[in-house]
């Protein structure tokens, strides 16, 4: 930075807002000075002092500026305009400092709720579920950092709300309405005793694909004060109904679970135990409505082949209590 004016002195400081700057050298009319490389993002007063106390100050003298963010992907891609959902953000230069205005992200202009700084290269939000602007198709993502002139950077057509059609047929031991176990979760929840099996057909091409991260969300009945008690229950899922593989297994015995966000569960001191307590800041998506558990399809004990699988099968292995199931959800 050159500092130009009058009457400087040798041996003089100089300042942001309080913040020291590195100065070099005090001429009569000129200084020399270095800004801290991590100075915050804002409008700043420059203060320079000279040896015998005397400072001047010149108001707005400088501007620091946060970087233009760059995003480079989400998580998921797609989702429905049904329920709430919870987005991961990757890129790189993300600030959550700076004056004035707030770190923010929107899709298409319409705000992201509880955007939440985890470094430079990830951000977590909401997408608003029913907003009126939100209509189906493809979105923009724009992501602001903090400070003077708004960087913004954005990626185009990276986010996508859909919506889908499910087919359930039920067999065997049914506790409820068997179509509650289609669509969004809704907290309508479906038993399955004994014998019972539910299909869930989301159509072909429209069903469960191994991508980046997690594939597919089974929801359960939410207990009162938030999260589950996870019940037995296998889910396979298959694309011509004749062979089917498992992506989940929790029926009591190790080794049936793994890809998921509650694998510490299956290997805890219990094990997989039926009931077995799970709080809803593990389970998808947080905070709401927070009964999900997500799975990595690619990373299950044994994992299907390639494919799109648009059969998702519910069983009982088993057990004293029934499995509730309230949706099966993919990521498209």
Same mark, same amino acid.
């Given at each position: ?8 002195? *040798?041996?003089?400081? *100089?300042?942001? +807002?309080?913040? !020291?700057? *590195?100065? !070099?050298? =005090?001429?009569?009319? $000129?200084?020399?000075?270095?800004? %801290?490389? #991590? ?16 400072? @001047?100050?010149?108001? +707005?003298?400088?501007?620091? $500026? ?5 995003? $480079? ?22 600030? #959550? ?13 319409? !705000?992201?709720?509880?955007?939440? &700084? ?26 602001? +950092? /903090? ?22 047929? =039920? ?6 309405? =068997?179509? #509650? ?17 539910? $299909?869930?057909?989301?159509?072909? @091409? ?31 899922? !298959? ?14 015995? /190790?080794?049936?679970?793994s890809g998921t966000n509650i694998d510490g569960y299956a290997i805890d001191g219990d094990g997989e135990a039926e009931n077995e307590p799970v709080p809803a800041s593990v389970l998808y998506p947080s905070p709401y409505p927070g009964t999900g558990i997500a799975i ?8 299907? %082949? ?10 009982? /292995?088993? @057990? ?11 990521? &498209?």
């Amino acid at each position: 930075m050159t500092i130009g004016g009058q009457n400087f002195q *040798a041996g003089c400081s *100089a300042s942001l +807002n309080g913040v !020291s700057l *590195a100065v !070099s050298n =005090c001429a009569p009319t $000129t200084i020399l000075a270095s800004v %801290p490389v #991590d100075i915050v993002a804002g409008y700043y007063d420059l203060t320079v002092t000279n040896p015998d106390t005397q400072f @001047g100050v010149l108001t +707005n003298a400088y501007t620091a $500026t946060n970087p233009i963010p760059v995003i $480079t992907a989400v998580e998921p891609m797609t989702w429905f305009n049904t329920i709430d959902v919870s987005l991961t953000i990757h890129g790189n230069d993300f600030r #959550d400092s700076g004056a004035p205005g707030a770190l923010r992200a929107d899709l298409n202009g319409t !705000s992201l709720l509880t955007v939440t &700084y985890v470094s430079a290269t990830e951000l977590r939000a909401r997408v608003p579920s029913n907003s009126a602007s939100m209509g189906l198709g493809a979105y923009t993502l724009n992501v602001t +950092n /903090p400070g003077p002139t708004d960087p913004t950077g954005s990626l185009a057509n990276t986010f996508t709300i859909g919506t889908y059609a499910t087919t359930v047929t =039920c067999g065997g031991t049914i506790l409820g309405t =068997c179509a #509650d176990a289609g669509g969004p979760p809704d907290d309508a929840v479906v038993g399955i005793n004994g014998t019972g099996v539910i $299909t869930i057909d989301f159509g072909v @091409g429209q069903g469960i694909t191994d991508g980046s991260g997690y594939d597919m969300v089974f929801y359960e009945r939410e207990v009162p004060g938030g999260g589950i008690n996870l019940d037995f229950i296998t889910i396979t899922i !298959s694309s011509d109904g004749t062979t089917w593989y498992p992506v989940f297994v929790w029926d009591g015995n /190790p080794g049936g679970v793994s890809g998921t966000n509650i694998d510490g569960y299956a290997i805890d001191g219990d094990g997989e135990a039926e009931n077995e307590p799970v709080p809803a800041s593990v389970l998808y998506p947080s905070p709401y409505p927070g009964t999900g558990i997500a799975i990595d399809i690619g990373s299950v004990p044994s994992p299907p %082949p390639p494919g799109n699988y648009h059969l998702v099968r519910l069983e009982y /292995p088993g @057990g004293t209590d029934a499995a509730e199931v309230d949706a099966i959800q993919p990521f &498209y």
